[in-house]
């Protein structure tokens, strides 16, 4: 199985900055896309940003300029700066991973790490 653990939510006031982290361990042949969806009370998951295996990048409206992810190996890090209220929500690490050279690739989740902002 594979395993992603999250770090580094927490409280923060609104002009801040934090930085999560998410780690992927256990069965994994390859790694393809990595990144970040968020989820506020009441509100649907929504895509954060995501990167390739080859660097691409994609930012939803609501964070560019603000928010840069980026990745080693199967590690994946979201460097969030000047936190507004409306960032508050749970964050959710993925990985779209080949399990072996046999599989296809399937989305794995972590738990979650809630992040906190303040006004």
């Known amino acids: 199985q594979v395993q992603l653990v999250e770090s580094g939510g927490g409280l923060v006031q609104a002009g801040g900055s934090l930085r999560l982290s998410c780690a992927a361990s256990?069965?994994?042949?390859?790694?393809?896309?990595m990144g970040w969806y968020r989820q506020a009370p009441g509100k649907q998951r929504e895509l954060v940003s995501t990167?390739?295996?080859?660097?691409s990048t994609n930012y939803a409206d609501s964070v560019k300029g603000r928010f840069t992810i980026s990745r080693d190996k199967n590690t994946v890090y979201l460097q969030m700066n000047s936190l507004k209220p409306e960032d508050t929500a749970v964050y959710y690490c993925?990985?779209?991973?080949?399990?072996?050279?046999?599989?296809?690739?399937?989305?794995?989740w972590g738990r979650g790490t809630q992040v906190t902002v303040s006004s």
């Open positions: 993925y990985a779209e991973t080949r399990v072996t050279i046999f599989s296809t690739y399937g989305d794995y």
């Open positions: 990167i390739t295996s080859g660097g």
């Open positions: 256990g069965s994994i042949f390859h790694i393809n896309a």
